[in-house]
């Protein structure tokens, strides 16, 4: 191994060390990460104060992860690297649905629901709502038995894992499509709300003088054996935070129009949406 000799000549030494990596595509990730990051430090003649800083922010980051927040996940969500992962590894020119961001609240094995129940278990008042979509593939054929999982806040901005009122699993489901890849669900209309910013993220959102609020959605994982897992959003059209999203997940594809009813007063959202061929893979859940 050769000796330093200044700053620049850190950076071939470093690599030469990892020429030993089997897996070629850890080598090739690793060996870019750390070419990006000494870059990084040249360019900006990073000082050991900001070094530490940044080092401060990382372990809190993972000690502010918990049972009920993941702000690893709300961290590479804030810096846009979550949109951007999604975005690269879902482009379908083809006509499938946009993808969004998983985001860090959804959680395995939501109830199996039947067709129209109401997955509003809690009684927190707010808006009556009602949600249609079907389902279709690349053929814009119908998709039947496929699962239907769905997650969003309260009306005051709450998953149910960060509100005390809110029973388990409150506002989640998970709903199958019929014979013309149709479903339906009850509950209540979703407001907007603030990303988590009692830890270092929300420091740092402060720092750059940016507003936390995310626009109200509703989350959707979409699923059925032969196809790509889809996981989206569809936003309130009428949200006045649609441009300026803390975790940039809002492309035009994926804002709906969410109706009232002048009759009912029963808020109204049909959206469908499109799967694309390949294989079934599941994420793994932000929290419990």
Not at 73 to 94: E, F, K, R, W
Not at 104 to 114: E, V
Not at 203 to 223: G, K, T, V, Y
């Amino acid at each position: 191994m050769a000796l330093i000799t200044s700053p620049e000549s850190i950076l071939e030494i470093t690599l030469a060390a990892m020429q030993g990596t089997e897996d070629q595509r850890l080598k090739t990730l690793i060996t870019s990460l750390t070419k990006h990051l000494h870059q990084f430090v040249l360019e900006n003649q990073l000082t050991e104060l900001e070094f530490e800083r940044a080092l401060q922010f990382i372990v809190g980051i993972g000690q502010a992860t918990g049972k009920n927040t993941n702000e690893v996940v709300l961290a590479a969500d804030i810096l846009g690297v979550s949109s951007l992962v999604s975005t690269i590894n879902n482009l379908d020119l083809d006509g499938g649905s946009y993808a969004a961001l998983l985001g860090p609240f959804w959680r395995k094995n939501a109830p199996l629901c039947a067709w129209g129940e109401n997955i509003s278990r809690t009684d927190l008042g707010g808006q009556s709502m009602e949600v249609r979509g079907r389902i279709l593939d690349e053929s814009k054929m119908p998709v039947a038995d496929a699962i239907v999982d769905v997650w969003h806040s309260s009306p005051v901005g709450f998953y149910e894992n960060q509100d005390e009122r809110q029973e388990d699993m409150n506002l989640r489901g998970r709903f199958k499509t019929n014979q013309e890849g149709d479903f339906f669900f009850t509950t209540i209309r979703p407001s907007g709300y603030p990303v988590p910013t009692n830890g270092p993220c929300g420091e740092l959102l402060r720092a750059q003088r940016r507003h936390p609020n995310r626009p109200a959605h509703i989350h959707f994982m979409i699923s059925k054996p032969g196809y790509k897992v889809l996981i989206t959003q569809v936003f309130d059209s009428v949200d006045e935070n649609l441009e300026s999203d803390p975790v940039f997940g809002v492309s035009k594809q994926l804002v709906g129009e969410y109706l009232t009813d002048s009759v009912s007063g029963i808020c109204q959202l049909n959206h469908s949406f499109v799967l694309q061929a390949g294989e079934m893979i599941f994420p793994a859940p932000p929290i419990p």
